[in-house]
């Protein structure tokens, strides 16, 4: 098992992934993982949709992408569609940290799924209309990211454009730049 640090510094959300399939159990553990997410009120807000390749749903998923995600995050072993509740079930009042929860609950399977050797690319890129059509969504529920999962292949594989970005060097601001004591 990898170290939560271990983890954090070096999970990331690659573009090419393996044809090997995730196993259902192990899936699962990933979905343990989120339901640990601290959230607002204990009310965990986060939902999930998921479709594993080769199958309609996966495809139904896929076409909500933005063209540029499409061309890669079709070779994933399982496409997952972050979603959250927008109001608390106790009083059907307005949730205002929903998405927040939701993003908490997410990094929890990223991080899972990397002590898994599974990879995690989270995408904002993707047409919420098509899913809420596609999957029948209730409006008070409403998609947060699309998450592609799979186990990492060569990026070799990619068109030039997106192996060089899978290639590059992480980059990430310098804590200066976001840690501070207060203004003025």
């Known amino acids: 098992m990898k170290s939560i640090t271990e983890a954090i510094y070096n999970r990331r959300s690659p573009r090419s992934y393996s044809d090997k399939k995730i196993p259902e159990n192990v899936l699962l553990e990933l979905f343990e993982a989120a339901r640990w997410a601290p959230s607002s009120m204990n009310e965990q807000p986060w939902l999930y949709l998921y479709a594993y390749n080769g199958t309609e749903k ?31 079930d106790y ?20 991080l899972a799924a990397f002590n898994s050797d599974i990879y995690g690319h989270p995408m904002g890129g993707f ?4 899913l809420v059509n596609n999957f029948n969504i209730p409006t008070n529920i409403e998609p947060v990211c699309v998450i592609s999962l799979g186990y990492l292949d060569s990026p070799d594989k990619l068109p030039e454009d997106l192996r060089t970005r899978e290639i590059a060097e992480r980059q990430r601001r310098p804590i200066e730049e976001f840690v501070i004591q207060g203004w003025g």
């Open 58 to 88: 996966f495809n139904k998923i896929l076409d909500s992408l933005v063209p540029f995600n499409k061309q890669w995050a079709k070779n994933a072993s399982v496409l997952v569609v972050s979603l959250a509740k927008k109001t608390f």
């Open 91 to 110: 009083n059907n009042k307005e949730n205002k940290y929903y998405f927040y929860d939701a993003g908490s609950a997410n990094q929890n399977l990223l």
């Open 127 to 130: 047409e919420s209309s098509i």
